[in-house]
């Protein structure tokens, strides 16, 4: 029973997906329909400035962290976290609340990853700044970030591995798009 409530409660959770769900809020004018058309925090940047890219990123991050302290504290690491991860990033990507046209998933994951390895939450965030500074192409910080971290986690922290695993393989497929216009030469810049 605990595991069920665990998936869906967590799912439930990123499914509020915060470009969405804090559009009449933040005052946003509608990422669906400019930019890349995908309502994550890069999108929101381009179209609607630092700020409220920051916003819609904090949101989409505390909605993952804030769960998982909670399974952390009440019903203790492994199992649970890595299912109510997934769950969340599922939502965040795949959310029932926007008939499953959700965001990318990478603030989402980056909650995940601040709770279940905070060191290599610190490490990724930096690459993320300073690849995506570098490059002006938010998707090869993202990959590149992915990338790391599988290899971190196959080295140090093993028992969260098949975790990161499908949370790598959920967001390449969720940057598909992402991937072939970098290929191709024609992906935006941030």
Same mark, same amino acid.
């Given at each position: 029973m605990?595991?069920?409530?665990?998936?869906?409660?967590?799912?439930?959770?990123?499914s509020f997906v915060a470009a969405i769900f804090l559009k009449q809020k933040l005052n946003l004018v509608n990422v669906t329909k400019l930019g890349s058309k995908n309502p994550g925090a890069t999108n929101v940047f381009r179209t609607n400035g630092l700020k409220k890219a920051f916003l819609v990123f904090a949101f989409d991050f505390l909605k993952a962290v804030l769960p998982l302290? %909670?399974?952390?504290? %009440?019903?203790?690491?492994? %199992?649970?976290?890595?299912?109510?991860?997934?769950?969340l990033v599922l939502g965040h990507i795949y959310p029932i609340l926007y008939d499953f046209k959700g965001g990318k998933g990478f603030a989402t994951y980056l909650g995940c990853l601040f709770v279940l390895d905070y060191y290599a939450f610190i490490f990724s965030a930096l690459l993320w700044i300073s690849i995506s500074k570098t490059t002006k192409k938010a998707a090869l910080a993202t990959f590149s970030c992915l990338l790391v971290n599988l290899i971190y986690t196959y080295f140090f922290q093993i028992k969260y591995f098949e975790v990161q695993i499908v949370l790598t393989i959920l967001l390449i497929i969720s940057h598909f798009d992402n991937l072939r216009r970098f290929f191709i030469k024609k992906e935006i810049n941030l």
């Open positions: 605990i595991l069920l409530t665990v998936i869906f409660t967590n799912y439930l959770i990123g302290l %909670f399974i952390k504290v %009440f019903i203790g690491n492994g %199992f649970y976290l890595q299912v109510a991860s997934l769950s």
